[in-house]
């Protein structure tokens, strides 16, 4: 079936340091992809999507690029900071479901000044 | 940006009684509204879809008789909790889809955390 997976947390960075989060699907379709953001106390935020193959979202400084052939969705940002911190969820929407959201298991980031 | 809001954003409540969260799409007109229960450091899981006017579409193992929702118009969905146990002490987060713009995308509210004593 369609699922989502992404690394398990938490992560700890240092500000400024370099951020990967590992996202891989599994679908039946043609998916578009996305990346949420979830701050404390609070529900979950758009924060960049994809699509298509080959397509790269970015926003505030994150980025992601749409890899059919490896199925992947990694988000990244070369400098973070403490306001970073928060739960990164991956999804994926598949419009022949009637644009049903599968989500993966959240990954944790905390920055540390 | 579209925005969604749900209430209450806290409720606390007795075993047997039963709970009510609203979901508001505050700026746009929602024709499908999303259901979805977050246990604690685990993912989102869909609940059920409901679209204006229709019934709602429950996912497998969500029980229809325990979770009813009601989409009455094309800004405000429920659902409610009847009977709540403990168990279904949860965070409760509804999403929506806007009636025009891009298909695949869904707006979130704050969520909804129950605790059932």
């Known amino acids: 079936g369609d699922s989502v997976t992404q690394m398990e947390g938490p992560v700890t960075l240092s500000e400024e340091a370099f951020l990967t989060i590992n996202c891989t699907y599994t679908?039946?379709?043609?998916?578009?992809l996305f990346w949420y953001v979830q701050y404390p106390g609070e529900g979950l935020q758009l924060l960049l999507k994809?699509?298509?193959?080959?397509d790269k979202g970015s926003n505030k400084g994150f980025e992601a690029t749409y890899r059919k052939e490896t199925t992947s969705f990694h988000l990244e940002k070369g400098s973070v900071q403490v306001s970073d911190s928060a739960v990164y969820f991956c999804?994926?929407?598949?419009?022949?479901?009637?644009?049903?959201?599968?989500f993966g298991t959240g990954t944790s980031l905390t920055v540390i000044p | 940006g579209a925005v969604v809001s749900q209430h209450p954003s806290w409720v606390i409540c007795k075993s047997g009684t039963s709970v009510k969260i609203e979901c508001r799409s505050l700026?746009?007109?929602?024709?499908?509204m999303f259901w979805y229960r977050q246990f604690p450091k685990q993912s989102l899981m869909l609940m059920a879809t409901?679209?204006?006017?229709?019934?709602?579409?429950?996912e497998q193992g969500v029980e229809k008789d325990k979770f009813l929702i009601n989409h009455a118009s094309l800004t405000l969905s429920t659902l409610t909790v009847t009977s709540a146990h403990p168990e279904d002490s949860s965070f409760y987060i509804c999403?929506?889809?806007?009636?025009?713009?891009?298909?695949?995308?869904?707006?979130f509210g704050p969520g909804t955390r129950l605790l059932v004593l």
């Open positions: 999403s929506a889809r806007a009636r025009t713009g891009p298909q695949e995308t869904q707006y």
């Open positions: 999804a994926l929407n598949l419009a022949n479901t009637g644009n049903q959201f599968y």
């Open positions: 994809a699509t298509k193959a080959d």
């Open positions: 679908a039946t379709g043609y998916p578009s």
């Open positions: 700026d746009f007109q929602a024709t499908t």
């Open positions: 409901s679209n204006e006017g229709s019934k709602a579409t429950y």
